[in-house]
């Protein structure tokens, strides 16, 4: 009972999390917008989500590993959830040390009146979140795969 308790757990955290980043690809793309647009959307998602996606996630892996040290007995799911928390753990070290540090640059900015340079850190965060997105996806998938595992006695 435990164990389901915690697969659900684990699924709605990561589903939370990776939902989260979806979102912020589908609504934060900033191809087309001007400096100013683009400005003041990223400073309003810095506001709104720097601090509380972070804590988030490190729910999301600390779930993610409290559900493998469940399924210790079972080799294959203990497997895909250890490589669903390492992908976690990848996306959270790509938002702490690429994606946030250029937040607290842009947070800084006056938005009708960007620096110079703000199209490379624009595009440099817009790929660093690509990647983390990519890292929360597989991660997702693999705890899906590891719920939906059937025991072999099934």
């Keep these: 009972m435990i164990g389901t308790a915690i697969d659900f757990a684990n699924l709605m955290l990561a589903a939370l999390l990776v939902g989260a980043m979806f979102g912020v690809w589908l609504t934060n793309n900033p191809a087309g917008l001007d400096a100013a647009a683009y400005v003041a959307q990223q400073q309003h998602s810095i506001r709104t989500l720097n601090t509380p996606l972070p804590v988030l996630g490190g729910v999301t892996i600390l779930a993610t590993l409290i ?81 939906l595992k059937r025991d072999a006695a099934c």
């Design 67 to 147: 559900a493998a040290a469940l399924a210790r007995g079972d080799r294959t799911k203990l497997a895909l959830l250890l490589i669903a928390a390492a992908a976690f753990i990848a996306a959270g070290l790509i938002t702490r040390f690429l994606n946030q540090p250029i937040n607290a640059i842009v947070i800084g900015w006056v938005p009708d009146a960007p620096p110079a340079s703000w199209t490379e850190l624009r595009d440099e965060w817009w790929r660093w979140h690509l990647l983390r997105l990519a890292a929360g996806l597989g991660g997702l998938a693999l705890v899906i795969v590891a719920a």
